[in-house]
């Protein structure tokens, strides 16, 4: 069953780096998700993607945080300026259509920052 | 608004017992869709269930069954003859059609920590 893929699954990063995470979603995917939770907490919306744009995000979703889609295959997520409070477990997710197929969610990654 | 409400932060039962983990939303969106997901301890988010809004019938897979009611915007989850293997966190979430467009973003609930003792 084809699945989607995050690298890596923990990351540990001092406080001001800049991190990546990585994603393979599922090749039939056309919208592309970031949602995170913080330790204990719920899972909370980040930022939505298709078409090569952004077509929703929230307001944890600030200027330190950057989507992209470079090749068509990986969907990052980049935080430029790791702060304390950024530390979570980020979930990619993908969907085939908006509102009629449900997500599918990767492993998570861990970011813990130091 | 859009919200959803787990009121059980916590619930433990043992093997074989039926358990219902409650799940209240808010929304003012007449299409919206209803989730469960299941996360076990090793953190996955695990899709249950997509419910929409116009489908009121109740659904049944297995040991699991879904409860939507309109009337008191619920759409509880039950799980019959519980398992240990059962024992996560269990979150309801919505999803709404959104404006100028869709979207899909999920909104979660805070999850309901479900015990099953051996």
């Known amino acids: 069953e084809p699945e989607v893929t995050q690298t890596p699954s923990h990351q540990v990063t001092q406080m001001g780096q800049e991190v990546i995470l990585r994603c393979v979603p599922i090749s039939n995917h056309l919208y592309f998700y970031w949602y995170r939770q913080i330790l204990g907490q719920k899972v909370e919306f980040l930022v939505s993607f298709y078409n090569n744009e952004i077509s929703e995000k929230s307001e944890i979703f600030d200027d330190q945080f950057s989507v992209e889609r470079p090749d068509g295959s990986n969907f990052t997520l980049k935080i430029r300026s790791t702060k304390l409070e950024d530390s979570a477990m980020y979930f990619c997710?993908?969907?085939?259509?908006?509102?009629?197929?449900?997500?599918?969610f990767g492993q998570g990654t861990r970011l813990t920052v130091v | 608004a859009q919200k959803v409400t787990q009121a059980q932060t916590e619930i433990s039962v043992v093997e074989k017992e039926d358990v219902t983990l409650d799940c209240v939303y808010e929304t003012r969106d007449t299409t919206y869709y209803l989730f469960w997901y299941k996360q076990p301890p090793s953190g996955e988010l695990v899709f249950l269930i997509r419910?929409?809004?116009?489908?009121?019938q109740n659904e049944i897979s297995g040991r699991y069954s879904w409860n939507f009611q309109k009337s008191t915007s619920s759409f509880n989850f039950t799980i019959t003859a519980s398992q240990v293997v059962d024992s996560a966190v269990y979150f309801c979430?919505?999803?709404?059609?959104?404006?100028?467009?869709?979207?899909?973003?999920?909104?979660f609930g805070t999850g309901t920590l479900l015990a099953v003792q051996p």
């Open positions: 997710a993908g969907s085939r259509g908006p509102m009629n197929t449900e997500a599918f």
């Open positions: 979430a919505l999803s709404e059609m959104g404006y100028g467009g869709a979207t899909n973003k999920l909104i």
């Open positions: 419910r929409n809004s116009f489908d009121e």
